[in-house]
């Protein structure tokens, strides 16, 4: 069994920053790639910043320049560095991790942005 907790979200002004943070455990397990979601009241679920297991990165054009995706393998945890906050990032965001067996998804952390 694999789990993925998710921490770092908050409440922090347009223009601050917040690190997402998301631990994963359990057996060990092959890495096809893992990314970050977000889900805001009456908007569709967007993919947010991806990574995959040759370490190629995307980004969604809306936070390009603004989110960084990495990772520490070490401490088996995937970051999510949001600067430059804005109210339209406010949402749900989930971790994501793709294996060879199949998809697992963290809790969810609620990041909010006042302007």
């Known amino acids: 069994q694999v789990q993925l907790v998710e921490s770092g979200g908050g409440l922090v002004q347009a223009g601050g920053s917040l690190r997402l943070s998301c631990v994963t455990s359990?057996?060990?397990?092959?890495?096809?790639?893992m990314g970050w979601y977000r889900q805001a009241p009456g908007k569709q679920g967007e993919l947010v910043a991806a990574?995959?297991?040759?370490?190629?990165?995307n980004y969604a054009d809306s936070v390009k320049g603004r989110f960084t995706i990495s990772r520490d393998n070490a401490k088996n945890t995937m970051y999510l560095q949001m600067n430059s906050l804005k109210p339209e990032d406010t949402a749900v965001y989930y971790c994501?991790?793709?294996?060879?067996?199949?998809?697992?998804w963290g809790q969810g952390t609620q990041v909010t942005v006042s302007s």
């Open positions: 994501n991790l793709r294996t060879m067996i199949q998809s697992y």
């Open positions: 359990g057996s060990s397990f092959v890495v096809k790639s």
């Open positions: 990574m995959s297991s040759g370490g190629t990165t």
